[in-house]
């Protein structure tokens, strides 16, 4: 079974120490939690761009557009490369033991290909035809662009980290940065795809609760 933590107006840098916090808690009965938060607005970096010379150039773009919006620019601590958080889309952290949830002590990308599957069921509620990508563009997309985003980190047996839900745009939603820094790709949201306006803000407070029954109903699908 899963637990579940859900967090408003938090920092990325306060959502690290809460599942710091969650985490030393789940290890000792090897227990697994989905922990959501809708973040301040925020611009994470990835482990690719920060450790590889050839996203340098790149990641002095990013600093350059988010000093001029205002935006806290973060290691988040995950594989990847550069990407928004912000209101209008939940972050959930997957926090349980990888070979629990894999069945693989070196499961890896097991892990995130199962994180995308139990999220796409939810996705495809508002937009029937998206589909995971497993290679270059991991993640999950529509005919429009880039609905989910995923990057886990590893940490002593357990996945930490997560996924990114885009649900509805806001004025602050992404600042011209492509999702994950795949050049050309663009943001999609689920709540344009058959979704009134007025309903946006009811419909975004059930998709935590969408998605954890999605990860405890479903087979692991790789």
Not at 88 to 104: A, H, M, N, S, Y
Not at 187 to 205: L, M, N
């Amino acid at each position: 079974m899963w637990s579940v933590c859900i967090n408003r107006n938090l920092s990325f840098e306060r959502l690290l120490e809460i599942q710091e916090e969650k985490l030393r808690l789940l290890k000792p009965n090897q227990e697994s939690m989905l922990l959501f938060a809708e973040l301040n607005p925020t611009i994470t970096l990835g482990s690719r761009q920060v450790h590889e010379n050839a996203q340098f150039d790149r990641l002095n773009q990013v600093r350059v557009s988010a000093e001029e919006n205002g935006i806290d620019v973060v290691h988040g601590h995950r594989g990847g490369n550069e990407t928004w958080h912000g209101p209008g889309q939940w972050v959930g952290f997957v926090i349980t033991p990888l070979e629990k949830f894999t069945g693989d002590p070196k499961g890896v990308r097991k892990a995130v290909c199962g994180i995308l599957n139990h999220v796409a069921q939810v996705v495809r509620e508002y937009i029937p035809d998206a589909v995971v990508e497993n290679d270059d563009r991991m993640g999950i997309w529509s005919t429009s662009g880039k609905v989910v985003s995923v990057g886990i980190k590893i940490r002593e047996g357990y996945i930490t980290s997560g996924f990114a839900l885009n649900c509805f745009p806001t004025k602050t939603s992404f600042f011209s940065i492509n999702p994950c820094g795949i050049e050309g790709a663009i943001p999609d949201f689920i709540f344009k795809h058959g979704v009134s306006q007025e309903k946006w803000q009811q419909e975004f407070e059930n998709i935590p609760g969408k998605i954890v029954k999605a990860f405890e109903k479903s087979m692991l699908k790789v």
